[in-house]
């Protein structure tokens, strides 16, 4: 299952609501759009949740994208997306897991260290803020019915995409020069590909659900 997938199943039938998507996907939009209503919150929403476009229970399902690393306070996040969603309606939340491309932290930090960094800074964490790992005991805290559904999978990059990807996520503060450390980067990874055909990485994402529990005086999602 991937993660499109995951998301649709989750969701289950649409009803005569409004689905509000936050975060900016292209594969994730043809999916919610199809439901029916949507409203779109792009992903660079942070902590200011309650601006969210919509009066409190108006949404049947919310679904954000890999948004929530982007907030500054994750517990508000969720509790404003709660907050527009109806009594039974569902919150999907899509996020990395730590041990997400994997491989790339261990390049990094052997390359590092061939290049005589002796403790080499960890790589820039995405998903620091909200990770797969956290997901459930964030969720429970405003949510009922939580589950957490991985998504494992493996991605084969070549030299210049293994490149890439380190030059974005690398620290400020690396302790060598970029140019030394890619170039000990590329012949580890040219090796790989010439021994296995490219650099393979480990992905492990997935969805958080959560269902919105009645209130007093509260009406269903329709």
Do not use: Y
């Not at 299952?1 to 649709?8: E, F, H």
């Amino acid at each position: 299952m991937d993660l499109v997938t995951a998301i649709t199943v989750a969701l289950g039938a649409p009803g005569t609501g409004v689905t509000v998507l936050v975060g900016d996907d292209r594969d994730i939009q043809p999916v919610v759009r199809a439901r029916g209503r949507v409203v779109v919150v792009g992903a660079d929403v942070r902590a200011a949740t309650d601006a969210l476009p919509l009066r409190d229970g108006a949404a049947e399902a919310l679904v954000a994208v890999h948004a929530l690393r982007e907030v500054d306070d994750v517990d508000a996040a969720i509790a404003g997306f709660a907050r527009v969603v109806g009594a039974g309606g569902r919150v999907v939340i899509a996020a990395n897991a730590l041990a997400h491309r994997r491989e790339l932290r261990g390049l990094w930090a052997t390359a590092a260290r061939d290049c005589g960094v002796v403790d080499p800074p960890p790589l820039l964490d995405t998903d620091e803020r909200f990770s797969l790992d956290h997901a459930q005991a964030w969720l429970q805290r405003h949510l009922t019915d939580v589950a957490v559904t991985p998504v494992r999978g493996t991605t084969v990059l070549d030299t210049a995409q293994a490149l890439a990807l380190l030059r974005a996520e690398r620290p400020a503060d690396a302790g060598v020069t970029w140019d030394l450390l890619a170039s000990v980067v590329e012949s580890r990874v040219r090796d790989a590909v010439a021994d296995h055909g490219g650099f393979t990485l480990s992905t492990l994402t997935g969805i958080a659900t959560g269902v919105v529990a009645a209130k007093s005086g509260s009406a269903p999602a329709k």
